[in-house]
């Protein structure tokens, strides 16, 4: 922004002097253990415009797990590969349940309601082991590209915990399977599943790697197009309608971005053609969205006057 308008670094800090006196609401997720073990007044946030201007605050440098926001990076890869073969194993619509509810999936006859909960994510993680020879590293790979950055990487620590408390998770993949939507054996689809999970990045990491979302599927760095244009607006959709497990419509409605959030705290969103933003805090809402992250980004369109709507 140039001229009389304000820069997004002055507007963060403005929100960020009225989100500080908020109440401290809602608790850290630790049905996952490991993740229970983070500070709950963590803060960060990091906004990457595609004109190259950049906003940071608070812990923007500081990694953190980046749970289901990891269901957005792999969508993206699978979208590429298998096109709108997804579509026979996934749908498109909100789920209106809980990120990893079983209820829905026994009266759909195994066919998640999109790929951004947890069933929809294992037919993906499946979809994505039936093309790449060595899928954990394909995915670093593709990690390491959009973030531009070599370091990016799991926590093993987080794998494990996952893995040893990922009874529900366990429960979605065999109902799936035993409707035939799963073609993986199990151990290796949840593997798969815990290890994007475990993934960590900070805020300024998980911005730059959104800003393709925000620029037509086009990495802006490398100029490298990572889905086609009308993949990346299906993309968008998506995530507006499904990014936020039952609170998609209150995303919408308060914020008015495409993104999606993490249990870690996370929570990454695009305004398209103009920026991604990444904003962290572990405490979360009754529905498993970063109470303060929403409130951050709620003020930011709405004092810069900038969202899709
Ligand atoms: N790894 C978490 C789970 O499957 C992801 C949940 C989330 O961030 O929504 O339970």
Not at 202 to 219: D, K, M, R, W
Not at 280 to 290: A, Q, V
Request: charged share 20%; hydrophobic share 40%; glycine share 10%.
């Amino acid at each position: 922004m140039t001229g009389m308008k304000k820069t997004y670094q002055e507007v963060f800090e403005e929100v960020y002097e009225e989100v500080e006196y908020l109440p401290k609401q809602g608790t850290v997720a630790d049905y996952i253990p490991e993740l229970g073990t983070v500070s709950e007044n963590r803060f960060g946030v990091y906004l990457a415009s595609l004109d190259g201007e950049y906003a940071a605050l608070g812990d923007a440098y500081e990694k953190f797990s980046i749970q289901s926001i990891s269901k957005v990076f792999t969508f993206a890869m699978a979208f590429d590969v298998f096109g709108g073969d997804l579509w026979m194993r996934v749908g498109v619509e909100p789920s209106g349940d809980p990120f990893n509810s079983l209820a829905q999936l026994e009266y759909e006859n195994g066919i998640p309601r999109n790929p951004l909960i947890n069933a929809g994510a294992l037919v993906i993680a499946d979809f994505l082991l039936s093309h790449f020879e060595h899928p954990r590293e394909a995915f670093l790979r593709f990690l390491r590209k959009l973030g531009n950055n070599p370091d990016i990487d799991y926590n093993p620590k987080v794998f494990e915990s996952e893995k040893t408390f990922g009874y529900r998770n366990a429960a979605l993949v065999n109902l799936m399977k035993s409707f035939g939507n799963i073609t993986h054996p199990v151990a290796e689809v949840l593997d798969f599943y815990f290890f994007q999970c475990a993934i960590e990045m900070t805020c300024q990491e998980l911005a730059t790697s959104f800003l393709p979302f925000a620029n037509h599927g086009v990495i802006p760095h490398s100029g490298e197009r990572i889905l086609t244009a009308s993949r990346a607006k299906r993309l968008n959709a998506l995530m507006l309608t499904c990014g936020f497990y039952d609170e998609a419509g209150q995303f919408s409605f308060k914020v008015g971005l495409p993104g999606k959030s993490g249990v870690g705290g996370g929570i990454a969103a695009v305004h398209p053609d103009y920026y991604a933003v990444a904003v962290w805090s572990p405490r979360l809402n009754k529905k498993g969205n970063s109470y303060l992250g929403m409130n951050f980004l709620e003020r930011l369109t709405t004092k810069t006057g900038m969202s899709i709507f």
